[in-house]
């Protein structure tokens, strides 16, 4: 029998995998073993450095809320976008994404902030510089490390921008010592199966047939692309034959497709991602060096779409007076590109449902695509939208990096100035092609537009750091920084395109008429900030800051806002009457603060008024708001343009200020084999900066930036790690860690001006969004579907009600459905989101699994007003379900009778569409081998790991869910399966 040894109280070191950074330094088994045998009593524990805001900390000595990333978890995932890869990893960090080859991803700290009323993204900070554009035109593979802030205690240092949250990220240093090169590299393949299915030719025409059936009307009159032999009775039908016509379109050109087009499978693929980096680093005792290069290239599960990245950096730093003055630098240089795709893939997803199946891709000679006819939605065919769009890109260079000063006139002060730039320009041509497919007739045209912009940051500060007593530590910071952005974008539209083709496409070619537009932007922020933290005996922690922010966005009245913070922190276990075996460490955490934003228009405090040459309605030949009038009489050339009032200025706008309160503890039983942390904390947004939705009586520009509004969120956020290894006689030991979080957080809106209030639904009065998340959904409730004659006549008053449609609730009990019964029915945010991530090594093998999962929400499954009904979108296709609609014979049935007319009012928002979004995804599974350090090293190698990795294996979801993926519902751009195979080289 084999024997099982588990120590519950080891202190060994963690899995010593070699990961693609070369600066991870990993103890061997046998060190971890020797450690442990001569320390048992009291285990080392390694001093982990903490970057929270122009300086740093010991995580020991850290008060405020800050979680730090374990990136060797994420090293075998493609490093699109970090931010993708955090998914379900950090409690109170959510992240929502999708497919698209573009790599965005939408980040929440600590709940979904103010929703739809204003901003909610986080500030980064990458080596000092400050900046809210994506992480995906950033290589992660340059990262070091990256803490999450997520209290003012911890965030406040950063003040004005700080109210969603900080990330801060700090890349790659050259170490002293030998040169080391570093190559990496994987490739994946991705996949996604649709198990939404869209009638096929004969299926649609059976379900018209069926619905004008049950309406009691001649089914042949239902659509003229179908003929039907029927027996006549509409009691007793009997569909002996349908007839399709010769051809869809009067031309004759294009014949039926029977059985059908299944446009999901003509415009998706089979996709590659590929990730390729190259490093260098080294140092000597005054200076050091790390150089990177990376390509990054992934294609889209939609066919054609397509994004690229190339990436350099370089990072250094030197000594000019050895332990007094250093200078260093960090840049980035990155170029990305992405075709048109990526940003057409939800609509063209959503025409793979909509677009009826008899339909071919082509008209029957190959020369054009096929189009709608007579009896089909005038809807584009996907996959020409495909054909239209993909040679055209989009580029976006981005230089992001700092200079800095360092100097230290005595030991216990450090001087530094730093200047950092964060630019990128954005280049955008795309060409429209003639449009003709069938009743879609569209003239060509060329669409360019340019962009910059520029963000310049200096900051100074000085900092005091010393010991008294061997007991007292003190550290002070001062210092200001100040911030200038610039920004300016040029577009033109033209028509009279000469030569369709991509590669001549260009504006000096076109003749037709050309409308061009533009912009420009800038403001600054002004900045004073101090912080004092103070440590006794590493017993009582406390720490204090102030910061004083100015921005050019507000009157002159309000330009400043004061953002303090305190915080305080009790090491309890090293207190001497702390005496509990199982209890390694204990610490209690408690802070408050406020963080600022001022994210606004930066025109916001003025009124704007702006040209609209001319807009042409659809419906008539008349001119309406148009600003262009023949003020002069002339009666010939181009029309002198006016202005439009766009918005009304506000000068008293102020600060919007979130004041947060903070409690958690820190915890380690067992050694350290057990650690973790939980947090509960609450955040009042005040004086929300949003725009107003006013009544049309008011006029155009009324519209305007106020401060309106206060919300709350709240919630508990908890992490555990186990780490520990079990030794089996005869086979070895297994080292492992499982680490599980969990968070929860409540959204609440206090208070509201009426002039915002009523953009959330509501009917004004007694039904609005007070109090309730900001995130509600306002509607009627469906109560399933009338069965029976009988059940509708018990019912209350509701027009078009039948049986086998749907049945509406009477909430206030008057007798009659109307408006008056719509209620806020559900909300979109989840009542908690939940992660587990287990690590297990063997000798020189080492698997990662981790599971990532949402409980509670709702999403609006918005397919199924086509999956279910053949009355609310009569010309576009419909789902298989439809097949299985409720009849008398069918009365278990959720999908409706089939009917060709919405008399009951049923596309309209109610709950009968929301369901549960909650799932569970085996978010990543990996298994790694490195060979024998003895064996590379006769090679000069000094690391290898071989690893296959997969992605999005499993997804589990309630029952009744139709979504086929709660994540990314609809048309969005699919989250694939993903195969990844790669090797981390280092020499």
Known sequence: MKQFKLNPFSTSARLPIVCSSLFLLLPTMVQAAESEAENTDKPEVEETIIVTGYSTQRKEDLTGAVTVVELEDLEDQPAGNIMR????????????????PGQGATVRIRGQGLGGLG??????????VPTKLSLHQLNSRDFESIQVLKDAAAASIYGARAANGVIVITTKKGKKGSVQFNVSYNETIEDFDYDLRPLNTQERAQVVWQAAINDGTNPNNASPLYSYDWNGDYDNPVLNKIVFPNKLDANGTTSPAIPGTNWFDEVTQQAKTRDLNFSVSGGS?????????????????????????ISFRANSSFEVIEDKLTIGENLTISRQSS???????????????????????????????????????DRDNPFMLIEQNKDSEDMFTRLMGNIFVEYKPIETIKLRSNVALDYGNFYY?????????????????????????????????????????????????????????????????STGIAVEDYDFAFQGTTTGEVLKGGLGDEWSLNSYFAKVDYNFDDKYLVSGTIRRDGSSRFGANNQYGNFPAVSAGWNVSNEDFFDVPLVSTLKLRASWGKTGNQEIDSRAKQDIFEPLYATQSLFTNEQDNGTAYDIGGNDTGTLPSGFRKNLTGNPDLKWETSTSVNFGVDYSLYYGTIYGTFDWYKKKTSDILTVTTPLATLGEGAAQWVNGGDIENSGLEFSVTYDDYIEIDGIGEFQFDITANISSSKNEVVALPDNVKNSFGGNGADKTILGRSVNSIYGLVADGLFQSQEEVDAHAEQTGAAPGRIRFADTNGDGSISDADKVFFTERDPDFEYGLNINIA???????????????????????????????????????????????????????????????????LSSFYFEDASYLKLRNVSLGYSPNSKVLGDWGIESLRFYVQAQNLITITPDGTLSQDPEAPNNAFPIPRRFTLGFDLGF
């Open 285 to 309: 005792d005054r200076a050091t060096g790390f150089m990177s290069l990376g390509f990054f290239e992934a294609e889209g599960i939609v066919k054609e779409s397509h994004f690229e990245r």
């Open 429 to 493: 041509r795309r060409l429209v092609r003639t449009v003709d497919a069938g009743t879609q007739q569209r003239e060509a045209e060329l669409f360019n537009a340019n962009a910059w912009t520029q963000n310049l940051t200096f900051s100074n500060t000085a900092e005091y750091s010393d010991t008294f007593n061997d007991k007292h530590n003190l550290v002070v910071l001062v210092g200001t920084e100040t911030i200038d952005y610039e920004a300016e974008d040029f577009n033109v539209l």
């Open 85 to 100: 890869n955090l998914q379900g990893r950090i409690p109170g960090l959510s992240i929502t994404t999708d497919g698209n």
């Open 119 to 128: 901003n909610n993204d986080p500030l980064y900070i990458v080596d000092g």
């Open 842 to 908: 063997y000798e020189n093998w080492d698997f990662n699994m981790f599971w990532q999962g949402v409980e509670g929400g709702q999403n609006d499954n918005y397919f199924r007003r086509f999956t279910d009904f053949t009355s609310l979108n009569v010309g576009s296709n419909y789902g298989s379900r439809t097949l299985h609609a409720w009849t008398p014979d069918n009365t278990d049935s959720d999908v409706p009778a089939l009917s060709r007319l919405d008399n009951n009012g049923e596309g309209q």
């Open 339 to 377: 075709n048109q795709v990526n940003g057409e893939a939800g609509n063209i997803l959503g025409l793979a449902l909509e677009q009826q199946s008899i339909v071919p891709v082509y008209t029957d000679d190959g020369s054009k695509f096929a189009g709608p006819a007579a009896g089909i939605t």
